[in-house]
């Protein structure tokens, strides 16, 4: 398990936690190891709870430079999401949900300063001036408030020094291995003032750029028109800004006041898809049972129960038999096979330069009051705003067919107010929890100028607004009850409010590049007897979580825990795409997920203090457990009870000076019940969650020594990830295989100056990111992949 030291960089902590890369820092068991996991400070050793946690210079170390790389650096957490990467939320023990409509919440809550992330989309951003995270495995409902059934990650910026002038700059560039030896630049600064005493500012900034991943060779194969100037751009390239202003005010030493502004965008090419050709197999009754990869003779479009081919749906009307079959053995509809497999060669008509924009802005106040030596008061405030704007090429291949957007604006309001003290016998903490969201969501199919369907262009998308405002109070009480044994009691009640509107339309929008221009001719979800209607319904609910835990201390050096909780994620609606498989508006509510956790286990710290050995065990029963089936081109989440069982590790040592290794592994075995292969179909099954390998393991090895007046060291890192699906259903075709990642840098640095050469995916290997299955529809299936091997040079400069 991976841990936080309040000190310059414990590399045999990050050990702990499995490394995705070498670490340039000193190595130094003895120094505290401190996380705020309970809502106070405690040494992370002695905390019941499986935490993950690494400061700010291990994430600079490890080279995570965003949100999304933290699950490579993390057993047992991965990430699911849409948009090939672009859009991520994170999977931790298996717990995930994959809508990619921005309506839905994530049930692993993600926390800046406090501040909750409720729009899924805002769960992706870039990393920089951050003073440590801590990854929380289990339900966390109790403390934090909200939906943290399966998890939670929060991330915690920098402070102003009041003291003295410090700060850095950061610079890195890197090539990747592949034909057009794209760069990337990272490249990021902070400075903070004191201003008088009793006031400091901190300023920091980020910038990423990225050039294009995917070399796109459109026009060739190219089927249907063009869908408008500059199409077949190149993909994958990124280019972010981002900033973040603190002013720390401390009046007096029982009172401080944070105020927080940050700001972000992100201009990016369309999604970066690529395909691999699949087709359905289909029972005697025109059930769906199946989805394989194409053999290299295949021309059927789908195959029958007796072999024979039930035509495709390229016209998402729900009826097979279109024309389309496979006009070269082996391709997609539209005789497109890639050009190089998982490779970085591809042709996609619907690819734009700088077509998909994403941009977060937030303000953060937190004010924290000292009422006595052992009480002290906490407020946090918290706003957000999230838009986005998410483009992509549905084929992934150069046949016009269709395209599939997805856009967010929203904005969001958290206040939390607690009180928190201790006595000899108990450490205590209760409080109020405010939550407001304003969410406006389109997403829709695309059928843009020179498609193949029929009445292009139009767009067939849905819109849905939603409030939501949640109210809830907490406590928790540790009571020590003798000097070895700690009772933990603590409970949450939520009532949830929401007010829900939705329809699916036509749109008619001419412009490829825009998205639901105009007004909509309404064609659903529900009909009444004049026809099409809209959806609107208002819900309110009571909820609550709990926590009991036991915990005995034999000695400083042994913490044994084992606890009961009850996590809850509350329901909501689904705002589904039209067309395709049909879908009753019945289907659009959704009920809230409950989840009741048994988890135990220990953390041991050897006796000579350059050891420590951490694992727990936990069994999960979920009862309608909310997962996300996507069928056809259109998804919603579903109701269904679950359950998982599994276990997590953590070795590492460093048994002379400068030598450190490690070892880390987690498993868990789950299962979603009575899965449907399509809403209201008639075949169910158990099934394996999406985006959730069941294992995760990782070693590292790493050697630090006195050189040319500084400390060089050299490392290396691998890490296994075993297969996963990406749907549902878990047809063979869904699912990316087993990976092994190895990573190496050398580096020196001395007291200001750092210089270090790092190369990540040494073995190239094509690690799955994201997918989904479209085999009826296209012929094929989206595919994504981390990227290739990569060589990075960078320096770092502090004062």
């Known amino acids: 398990m991976k841990v936080y030291t309040s000190t310059p960089i414990t590399f045999a902590a990050i050990i702990a936690a499995s490394l995705a890369a070498p670490v340039f820092a000193q190595s130094d068991l003895s120094q505290e190891i401190v996380v705020t996991a309970q809502k106070r400070e405690q040494n992370i050793q002695d905390v019941g709870i499986s935490i993950t946690a690494y400061s700010g210079e291990q994430l600079r170390a490890l080279n995570v430079t965003d949100s999304r790389d933290l699950a490579a650096i993390a057993p047992g957490v991965h990430t699911a999401g849409a948009a090939a990467g672009q859009n991520s939320n994170y999977t931790i023990r298996g717990v995930t949900q994959n809508d990619f409509n921005d309506i839905g ?8 300063d406090e501040g909750y992330i409720a729009v899924a989309q805002g769960q992706t951003f870039a990393l920089f001036d951050i003073e440590r995270v801590e990854v929380l495995k289990g339900p966390q409902g109790t403390l934090f408030g909200r939906n943290a059934t399966g998890g939670l990650v929060h991330y915690i910026s920098r402070k102003p020094n009041l003291d003295a002038i410090e700060g850095y700059i950061d610079l890195n560039y890197g090539l990747y291995d592949s034909e057009d ?20 500012l901190r300023v920091a900034g980020l910038w990423n750029l990225r050039q294009p991943l995917l070399r796109n060779e459109y026009p060739a194969g190219a089927v249907g028109g063009s869908p408008g100037p500059d199409a077949g751009a190149n993909l994958g390239d990124d280019d972010t800004l981002a900033g973040r202003g603190t002013l720390l005010l401390e009046p007096s030493d029982k009172a401080s006041f944070r105020l927080s502004v940050n700001a972000a965008r992100s201009v ?18 025109g059930e769906l049972i199946n989805v394989i990869d194409v053999a290299p003779t295949e021309t059927r479009a789908s195959i029958g129960s007796n072999g024979q081919d039930l035509g495709s749906d390229v016209n998402n009307d729900g009826v097979f038999g279109d024309f389309f079959g496979r ?7 539209f005789g497109y096979i890639d050009p190089d497999g998982s490779d970085l060669r591809t042709s996609s008509d619907f690819a734009f330069k700088n077509h998909n924009r994403v941009r977060t802005f937030g303000v953060n106040l937190n004010a924290e009051f000292e009422l006595s030596d052992d009480v002290t008061l906490t407020s946090i405030s918290d706003f957000k705003h999230f838009y986005k704007l998410l483009f992509l090429d549905v084929d992934s291949g150069p046949g016009n067919q269709a395209v599939n957007y997805s856009g967010v604006n929203a904005d969001t309001i958290t206040q939390e107010l607690r009180v928190a003290g201790q006595t000899p016998a108990f450490d205590w903490v209760a409080g109020l929890y ?10 829709g199919l695309k059928f843009p100028l020179g498609s193949i369907v029929p009445g292009s262009p139009f767009d067939l998308g849905t819109d849905a607004h939603l409030k939501t405002n949640s109210y809830s109070a907490f406590g928790q009480v540790d009571w020590h009850f003798s000097d070895q044994w700690t009772l933990i009691v603590g409970g949450r009640v939520i009532r949830e409010k929401k007010d829900y509107d939705f329809l699916q339309g036509i749109y008619f929008t001419t412009d490829s590049r825009r998205a639901q221009d105009g007004s909509p001719i309404v064609i659903g979800p529900d009909f009444g007897p004049s026809g099409p209607l809209p959806f609107a319904d208002k819900t309110g609910k009571t909820l609550w979580a709990g926590k009991v835990q036991i915990e005995y201390e034999p000695n400083d050096d042994l913490l044994l825990y084992a606890g009961v909780n009850r996590g809850v994620k509350a329901g909501n609606f689904n705002a589904q795409l039209a067309g395709g498989l049909p879908i009753p508006a019945s289907a659009v509510p959704y009920k809230e997920e409950i989840l009741v956790s048994v988890e135990g286990g220990f953390k041991y710290t050897f006796p000579d203090n350059r050891t420590r050995f951490n ?9 309608d457990y909310q997962a996300f089936l996507f069928t056809g081109v259109a998804g919603v989440i579903i109701n269904a009870d679950a359950r998982t069982y599994g276990a997590e590790a953590s070795l590492f040592t460093s048994p002379i000076t400068g030598l450190d290794a490690g070892l880390n592994f987690s498993w868990f075995d789950a299962k979603v019940k009575d899965v449907p292969f399509r809403v209201g179909g008639p075949i169910s099954r158990d099934v ?22 500084g400390k060089l060291s050299i490392g290396a890192d691998a890490q296994y990830t075993s297969s996963f699906y990406y749907n549902l259903r878990n047809f063979d075709a869904d699912k990316y295989g087993e990976t092994l990642m190895v990573n190496a840098a050398a580096s020196w640095r001395n007291d200001n100056w750092e210089l270090s050469l790092r190369v990540r995916n040494i073995t190239d290997v094509r690690a799955g990111v994201q997918g989904f ?16 091997r990569f060589f990075q040079l960078g320096t770092r400069y502090n004062f």
């Open 268 to 285: 990016l090419s369309t999604a970066p898809y690529q395909q691999k050709p699949t087709i359905g197999v289909f029972d005697a009754s």
């Open 615 to 623: 694992a727990a065990a936990f069994y999960y029963d979920y009862k």
């Open 327 to 333: 006009p070269v053995p082996g391709g997609d509809f």
């Open 688 to 709: 394996e969650p999406v985006y959730a390998p069941s294992v995760q393991a990782s070693a590292v090895l790493r050697y630090e020594w006195d050189a040319m007046g």
């Open 434 to 443: 405010y939550l407001h969201i304003k969410n406006h969501s389109i997403n």
């Open 181 to 200: 030896t794209p760069g990337d630049f990272h490249g990021e600064a902070a400075l903070s003032l004191p201003l008088g005493e009793k006031m400091a």
């Open 773 to 788: 299955d479209i085999a009826t529809f296209c012929g094929c299936n989206e595919v994504s992949y981390r990227p290739p």
């Open 105 to 112: 919440e994530a049930p692993n809550a993600v926390y800046l």
